[in-house]
């Protein structure tokens, strides 16, 4: 007797377990929307309200990105009831348009800065939300800002308020920036892992830490040059904002010292002293001195007041009804990587076919390409480019918006566009190629394994355990060189530049913003509406929407997040908190991110290594 079942017993098993399965999702999407409906009637009074005369509280939480990474839709909701969350991401567009808004809601009559728990920002993005406060102000509104701690990120953004407050056992840490970083030339000697790089560009220093034990001088020069330039903008801004030297925001250890101890020790009045904060008040003083400002709330002991979560969900901009000539912003985020990438990342295949969504889209008159992206794989930039190309050959005007970073790989897919713009502070450049392979032959020898056989060609024979041949070296070598001169030569091209000057400024090096624009690399000083008003100008346009082509949902993905939402805010908190796994999957999360960028089809990147300050 047969061990199998018959055809026609297979079919209808087959048949069964597929009826069954979707019997079983059925049930579960109308029981969790039957409970949606539920927990919503019973709760449409709990709806955020904003009473007249409230403060609107930044309580900023975790990283300002200019796009957000992609996540699960039920993970998005289990989580969106923690509002602010240290390991989660603000989308900068949010915050500015929830800033614009407050400045004409007549309802908000003051924004406080609760930002002790802004975590690592762009200086560049953290200039796009101080202007935002700058047009608040303009309302006659004031801004305080209340901290425990103010580190640079936090200040910077706090020197934009009328008013600083500081806790009474705070500190304000200004130490200005530095570029270090770990050497694994003897370890990997010790090893016996021979690391073969190969690149062009005296400044490249992508590939140092496996070649040598310290930071040579040119990366040591051009760093020292970039860090100052970047420092030197933080500092005017914000002795402007508080007016102050700028020499008073930077002591030396001496100078440090002589201060403390004039403030018998204490950090806090130390801060006052120096001009930094305006106040010192505890938690409780702070209350107080809000509910004079702008009253108590109806309910509890608090100030009249609405956070800056909930207060975005009350603004929120709708699609508009009728959709005219449209200017559509495209989103190139992060590490260049080949095929297709979620939202959050820059795919070869990915953002190209975003590119190719906003060519064949008769509403879409220009685009704006906002670029925020230290470089990655070569084939990955060249495929994204070439949509650009395709772009202004459908008589549609590209405009770059350089975000923190465009650089590399960053900026070869901009170096096309009709017209770029850069912040003060981006980190731009770095025009250099390398590829690097590790072989481990000799590793492996010293342990006793060896690597033989035979093979038709000599390149058929390499192998990381057998290692590499001069004569593959020098084909490699080649390749980079000849990827050297192209992206040289592209940026000649567009830039209309002989090739000499860009060989001068190029050789890897990393410039801001705007020492590119004194170089030519770039065309004004601007951000991301400057660049939007450009798109327009190109396009010819008179009135236009503007509208973010981005990667959308699946239908079933929208209807779970959809339907999860209108519950998601009464889940307890247990249900949708789990710090120790949250940061043991982000550290493994940041570690395959990494690891991944490297992933070009030639092993062949234009990437910056050093725009991450």
Not at 268 to 288: C, H, I, P, Q, T
């Given at each position: 007797?047969?061990?199998?079942?018959?055809?026609?017993?297979?079919?209808?098993?087959?048949?069964?377990?597929?009826?069954?399965?979707?019997?079983?999702?059925?049930?579960?999407?109308?029981?969790?929307?039957?409970?949606?409906?539920?927990?919503?009637?019973?709760?449409?009074?709990?709806?955020?309200?904003?009473?007249?005369?409230?403060?609107?509280?930044?309580?900023?939480?975790?990283?300002?990105?200019?796009?957000?990474?992609?996540?699960?839709?039920?993970?998005?909701?289990?989580?969106?009831?923690?509002?602010?969350?240290?390991?989660?991401?603000?989308?900068?567009?949010?915050?500015?348009?929830?800033?614009?808004?407050?400045?004409?809601?007549?309802?908000?009559?003051?924004?406080?800065?609760?930002?002790?728990?802004?975590?690592?920002?762009?200086?560049?993005?953290?200039?796009?939300?101080?202007?935002?406060?700058?047009?608040?102000?303009?309302?006659?509104?004031?801004i305080i800002a209340m901290g425990n701690w103010y580190g640079q990120n936090q200040y910077f953004l706090a020197s934009f308020a009328d008013t600083i407050y500081l806790n009474p056992q705070g500190g304000v840490e200004i130490d200005g920036l530095s570029r270090y970083r770990q050497y694994y030339k003897s370890a990997l000697d010790k090893l016996k892992i021979k690391a073969h790089v190969f690149r062009v560009g005296t400044f490249k220093s992508a590939v140092e830490p496996f070649v040598r034990d310290d930071m040579s001088a040119a990366a040591k020069e051009a760093n020292s040059a970039l860090l100052n330039d970047i420092w030197t903008s933080y500092e005017q801004t914000v002795a402007r904002n508080r007016g102050l030297e700028q020499s008073d925001l930077v002591l030396t250890s001496e100078q440090y010292l002589v201060e403390l101890?004039?403030?018998?020790?204490?950090?806090?009045?130390?801060?006052?002293?120096?001009?930094?904060?305006?106040?010192?008040?505890?938690?409780?003083?702070?209350?107080?001195?809000?509910?004079?400002?702008?009253?108590?709330?109806?309910?509890?002991?608090?100030?009249?007041?609405?956070?800056?979560?909930?207060?975005?969900?009350?603004?929120?901009?709708?699609?508009?009804?009728?959709?005219?000539?449209?200017?559509?912003?495209?989103?190139?985020?992060?590490?260049?990587?080949?095929?297709?990438?979620?939202?959050?990342?820059?795919?070869?295949?990915?953002?190209?076919?975003?590119l190719r969504k906003a060519r064949f889209d008769d509403k879409v008159k220009a685009v704006v390409l906002r670029v925020d992206s230290p470089g990655g794989s070569a084939f990955a930039s060249e495929q994204i480019r070439q949509e650009v190309l395709a772009l202004k050959s459908a008589g549609k005007p590209v405009v770059v918006s350089m975000g923190s970073y465009a650089a590399s790989g960053g900026y070869w897919i901009s170096a096309s566009a009709d017209y770029i713009f850069a912040t003060p502070t981006t980190l731009t450049g770095s025009i250099g190629i390398f590829g690097m392979v590790a072989t481990f032959e000799d590793s492996l020898a010293s342990l006793g394994v060896y690597t033989d056989g035979v093979s038709t060609s000599d390149r058929a024979s390499f192998s990381l355990a057998k290692g590499i041949s001069p004569e593959l070296k020098q084909i490699i070598q080649r390749q980079i060189e000849r990827g050297y001169h192209d992206f040289i030569s592209l940026v000649a091209t567009e830039r209309d530049m002989e090739l000499a000057e860009v060989d001068s400024i190029a050789q890897g090096r990393v410039w801001s913003g705007k020492k590119a624009l004194d170089l030519g690399l770039v065309d004004a000083l601007g951000d991301l509406d400057q660049a939007v008003t450009k798109a327009s100008e190109l396009a010819k346009l008179d009135k236009f929407d503007t509208r973010v082509i981005e990667q959308e949902l699946t239908p079933q993905e929208l209807f779970i997040q959809e339907m999860f939402a209108s519950v998601a805010a009464y889940l307890p908190e247990s249900a949708s908190n789990s710090q120790l796994a949250d940061k043991i999957i982000g550290q493994w999360s940041k570690f395959a991110q990494e690891f991944s960028a490297f992933d070009d089809p030639n092993g062949v990147y234009l990437y910056c290594d050093t725009c991450n300050f």
């Open positions: 007797m047969s061990a199998k079942p018959s055809v026609f017993k297979r079919i209808l098993i087959g048949l069964w377990k597929g009826l069954n399965g979707t019997r079983k999702l059925l049930l579960n999407l109308f029981f969790f929307g039957f409970l949606a409906l539920i927990v919503v009637a019973m709760n449409s009074d709990e709806l955020p309200t904003v009473e007249d005369g409230s403060a609107l509280v930044l309580n900023l939480s975790g990283t300002v990105v200019e796009q957000l990474r992609q996540v699960d839709p039920i993970e998005a909701v289990m989580k969106s009831n923690q509002g602010a969350d240290v390991d989660g991401e603000i989308l900068l567009a949010d915050l500015l348009r929830t800033i614009d808004n407050a400045a004409s809601d007549n309802r908000i009559a003051a924004i406080v800065l609760d930002i002790g728990e802004l975590r690592g920002t762009g200086i560049s993005k953290l200039q796009s939300i101080g202007e935002a406060l700058e047009r608040f102000k303009a309302s006659d509104k004031p101890d004039k403030a018998k020790g204490r950090s806090a009045e130390m801060a006052v002293n120096m001009g930094w904060v305006d106040k010192l008040a505890s938690a409780e003083a702070f209350r107080l001195a809000m509910i004079d400002n702008v009253g108590k709330a109806k309910e509890g002991h608090q100030y009249k007041q609405i956070n800056y979560y909930d207060y975005r969900t009350l603004v929120q901009e709708l699609p508009p009804l009728m959709i005219q000539d449209t200017v559509g912003i495209i989103v190139a985020k992060g590490n260049i990587l080949n095929g297709s990438q979620p939202a959050g990342q820059i795919g070869g295949e990915s953002t190209s076919a975003l």
